[in-house]
């Protein structure tokens, strides 16, 4: 008699267990987080990290000229329509500031922020796109009374090494770019961690829950096909009910035919 083991696998469960459930979970934690640190990524730390080493210094008004009425896509999470358009005026500031400890005189086209200055109104001095255009004019209009008459003076921040790149303030400051990079990678390294534990976990538990029985057990019907391509000779209960003769053993042959006239039985 062979000493090959019956492998008798458990049977796959249609709803969904806890385990199964968390690593579903598990895996959407890990995408979006994925999605969260390429967003912030391009959104806050592209523009926000070069803006670090932006110098203060001193800004004056010299004019400021009409570039153009500019359409554009008001459309977002935070709108009702994602394909909407809108228009604002375009106003390009010029100012005069300086820049070095030379204390050298500059003069270039202000921006609000290092977003606008990566952006594809770079022209504008401020850019707004709301649905409602009297919304867009009134916060355009509110801009250039701040800053936009001749001979006013601010506080702005020029870029050391583009000294013609000149804001009134940065956006991003550092704290907001090293959490809005360091939540979700942190999200990330933890849910791909815990999935890593359930899958090695659930692998493992199906694994050794494989019931394996010896070959020449009595319990197992007559006729089970083996691993190594044999077959068992034992009826079930054949030595445990008393009085029960079992039937004389067959050859391999004899059992393979038996077995291609019935639907076999795996347990």
Known sequence: MTSSHFVYKQAKRKSCEGSHCAIAALIV???????????????????????????????????????????????GLLNDSPYCLSKFACYGVEVEYTVGAARENRTGTI????????????????????????????????FITKYGYETKRFSCYYDPNKTENVIIKPRFELYVIVLSLLIPGIV???????????CHTARKYNKDNDLRIPAHRPYLNYGVELEDGSFTRER??????????????????????????????RF
């Open 29 to 75: 934690v890990t995408i979006v987080s994925v999605v969260a640190i390429i967003v912030d990524g391009f959104v806050i730390a592209k523009p926000g990290i070069p803006a670090l080493h932006y110098k203060k210094t001193k800004c004056i008004t010299l004019r400021r000229r009409l570039v153009e009425h500019r359409t554009c896509k008001c459309g």
């Open 111 to 142: 921006r609000t922020d290092e977003a606008l200055l990566n952006s594809e109104n770079r022209d504008c001095s401020f850019a707004v796109c709301k649905k409602n255009m009297r919304q867009n004019s009134i916060e355009v209009s509110d």
């Open 188 to 198: 990330f390294l933890t849910s791909v961690f815990f999935l890593a534990m359930l």
């Open 236 to 265: 079930r209960l054949s030595q445990l009910l008393p009085g029960y003769a079992p039937p004389p053993n067959k050859s391999d042959g004899d059992v393979r035919r038996q077995n291609n006239n019935r639907p076999q039985s």
